[in-house]
């Protein structure tokens, strides 16, 4: 997952977009920040002046004023530190806002195929973790890793000024600081960015483990469980241990060199007064610049290794972000054909998975005709799911098209596509809010009067309204509170919701919508699902015999090609493909 190394530099120029329509208040942030920093700088100076001046020679009215001096620079200091936090709080998490909300909302937008191939916790840790490391880091980090450097040159083009053997010697340590720092950085980066993927790597084993704790208690793999939880956990520690030796090694290195060279000054300095070279308030004020210097120095430490964080964090930001959205808007969308009929036809489709070798559909030809409730049937993995998912372009063709009436569907905003098209999947997949908010999710238009005639067809009626708050309860995440029963009348509820109003879907895709039901539902549901699918474009996924009967027509699905299309009467006598999967398929509900 990692992309090719690149400086920290490059990477972070990249959020130079997000920094731009704020760039006047980071800037007058960072002014403020650096005149801060002048300002404490100055107070050396004035030092320098009061050992030279009144204290060589007893002058009291100008200790008073130069002292009063020295105050008022530390008040300005303070001002203008508290100016900075005002003035960069705003700002920064404003970027931090507006890089979520594109992540999420580009999310959205990406395949199917996409979420499929990236483990959950992996985008979760990019959207909450990595993007509040970004805005520390602009918020703070990276504004006084600037300021900070330029303090330090600033505070030693003063030392060469005031005194330039002591200032030559402050430089001659700054070359090799820059350069072993400039190594630890990048050593760090690369530490944090495989913490980082560790992080989001446990994030996933975490959510899997909190959403499949049924499967984990059922089959007693609690401690196989936690192992595994405990190995990606040791992985992340040792990761995080060699975050902290780089960083020992770079703050050793930091402080040292600077200790080091304030004892030569110490020493040369004192040298140099001994001999009359150099005036004592002189020594005393490039000693005290220097000790000024330390936290900008010593500081360089952290900063560097939140620059490599903010980094590694940008680069797993934008490896989302430059993901192509391949299913997306047309460049000029067609409007549907009017009247709206539902008619849907298959020519020749064919499809294959990113990086897959061989097509999963091979050639598909069918054609549902309007008002028509079409059962889709094949053996287990023939890509029924794959199939009925290219309709609404939750992936598109590799081959072939997709018409509804007569439109291909690719030249359809997708908006306008998923409006006319409801889907309702074998996996019924429920959000953590109300029954109401669930069932109306597709239709937000819809009324209590529409959700509970939708309810009804699904035969969920009776359960909702047992429900402590009935239509305003909140359900569980993914429904986990619900049977698995309830679950998919709910998730069907929310396919036909729409049905008999022509602003509503007008093809209904559902996909084995009876699996989770039992017997006296079943029928239930079918005989309501019977009245609503009259006059409805349907294509269905049957693995019941009892779905089958439903349908209009059935098209028989194998080796990726529609083998057989007629009435269940006619494909029994003249198929006998289509006789072994029935038979199968009965096999299966008497188990």
């Not at 703070?140 to 200032?167: D, E, K, Q, R, Y």
């Not at 093809?507 to 079918?526: F, G, K, Y």
């Not at 009259?534 to 209009?552: F, I």
């Amino acid at each position: 997952m990692s992309p090719p190394p690149q400086s920290s530099l490059a990477v972070l120029r990249r959020l130079a977009p997000y920094a731009r329509p704020v760039r006047a208040r980071l800037l007058g942030s960072g002014a403020a920040a650096l005149g801060a920093m002048l300002a404490g700088l100055g107070i050396p100076l004035l030092i320098q002046r009061i050992v030279d001046g009144p204290l060589a020679h007893r002058d009291r009215s100008s200790l008073l004023v130069l002292s009063v001096g020295v105050f008022a620079l530390g008040i300005v200091e303070a001002g203008l530190i508290y100016l900075r936090r005002a003035v960069a709080a705003r700002p920064t998490t404003e970027i931090e806002k507006r890089m979520r909300a594109d992540l999420y909302h580009h999310l959205q937008q990406l395949p199917v195929a996409f979420h499929d191939r990236w483990q959950s916790g992996q985008l979760l840790s990019r959207a909450i973790s990595d993007l509040s490391t970004i805005r520390r880091f602009i918020a703070f980090s990276g504004l006084f890793l600037v300021v900070n450097v330029l303090t330090v040159l600033i505070g030693m083009a003063v030392l060469v000024v005031i005194a330039p053997a002591l200032g030559a010697l402050a430089v001659i340590m700054a070359v090799p600081l820059v350069v072993l720092c400039g190594r630890y950085e990048r050593r760090y980066r690369s530490a944090a960015r495989r913490a980082q993927d560790q992080v989001g790597d446990l994030a996933t084993t975490v959510g899997e483990a909190a959403s499949g704790i049924r499967v984990l208690k059922s089959f007693g793999q609690g401690p196989r469980a936690t192992q595994a939880f405990l190995a990606q956990a040791r992985e992340l520690r040792r990761t995080e241990l060699t975050k902290v030796g780089v960083l020992a090694n770079l703050w050793a290195l930091i402080i040292a060199l600077p200790e080091l060279t304030l004892a030569a000054m110490l020493a040369l300095g004192g040298y140099e007064v001994a001999t009359g070279s150099l005036s004592l308030g002189t020594v005393i004020g490039a000693i005290t610049i220097l000790t000024y210097l330390r936290w900008p120095l010593e500081s360089l430490g952290w900063l560097l290794a939140d620059a490599g964080n903010a980094a590694a964090a940008t680069m797993r930001y934008w490896e989302v972000r430059d993901t192509a959205a391949t299913v997306a808007d047309p460049p000029r969308p067609r409007a549907p054909a009017q009247p709206v009929r539902g008619g849907l036809r298959m020519e020749a489709v064919r499809f294959r998975f990113p990086g897959a070798t061989t097509d999963v559909l091979r050639g598909v030809d069918l054609d549902v005709r309007p008002g028509e409730t079409m059962a889709l049937v094949g053996a287990t993995g023939s890509g029924k799911t794959t199939l009925i998912a290219l309709v609404p372009r939750l992936a598109d063709v590799t081959g072939g098209r997709i018409l509804i009436d007569g439109v291909d569907v690719r030249k359809l905003a997708l908006a306008e596509l998923r409006r006319l098209v409801a889907t309702a999947f074998e996996d019924p997949v429920l959000f953590s809010a109300s029954v109401r908010e669930n069932v109306a999710l597709g239709a937000p238009q819809a009324g209590d009067d529409d959700v509970r005639r939708a309810l009804r067809i699904a035969h969920a009626e009776t359960f909702v309204d047992a429900l402590p708050w009935g239509l305003d309860t909140r359900i569980g995440e993914q429904g986990l509170t619900l049977s698995g029963g309830q679950r998919q009348r709910l998730a069907l509820a929310r396919a036909v919701i729409g049905t008999g109003d022509v602003k509503n879907p007008a093809v209904l895709v559902l996909d084995d919508p009876l699996s989770a039901l039992d017997v006296h539902t079943e029928a239930e549901v079918e005989a309501a699902l019977r009245r609503v699918l009259h006059g409805v474009t349907a294509l269905v996924v049957a693995h019941r015999p009892s779905t089958v009967q439903l349908a209009d027509r059935v098209a028989l699905l194998a080796d990726g090609r529609i083998e057989a299309v007629g009435t269940h009467s006619e494909l029994l006598a003249e198929a006998p493909e289509y006789r072994r999967l029935l038979s199968t398929m009965d096999q299966a509900v008497t188990r």
